[in-house]
Nanobody
């Protein structure tokens, strides 16, 4: 199994940018598709973005498409979420997650991800 450690969250003004990082332990990072999710109090955890094992394909929620970019560096066992043009509605705890199951499609369901980071708070002020 894999352990995930997130970093990069913080406070930013609307229109600003942040880059989240998720560092994975182990030697099998490249075998996992990776996803980013976010959650606010009283709401369900929602899909934000994902990236395939090789990094050749990415997927985004409509709410962040065109503003966020997910990438990965398998040599460094790290996945990133570059967040630009941030809005107050982006405020949430952001989680990275690993999907160990080999799929021909990305998963948007939190229940289908096997490993999770601790979460990092992103707060966007107006």
């Amino acid at each position: 199994q894999v352990q995930l450690v997130e970093s990069g969250g913080g406070l930013v003004q609307a229109g600003g940018s942040l880059r989240l990082s998720c560092a994975a332990s182990g030697r099998t990072f490249s075998t996992y598709a990776m996803g980013w999710f976010r959650q606010t109090p009283g709401k369900e955890r929602e899909f934000v973005a994902s990236i395939t094992r090789s990094g050749d394909s990415t997927y985004y929620a409509d709410s962040v498409k065109g503003r966020f970019t997910v990438s990965r560096d398998n040599a460094r066992n790290t996945v990133y979420l570059q967040m630009n043009s941030l809005k107050p509605e982006d405020t949430a705890v952001y989680y990275c997650a690993a999907d160990a199951y080999y799929r021909s499609y990305t998963s948007y369901r939190p229940s289908e991800y096997d490993y999770w980071g601790q979460g990092t708070q992103v707060t966007v002020s107006s």
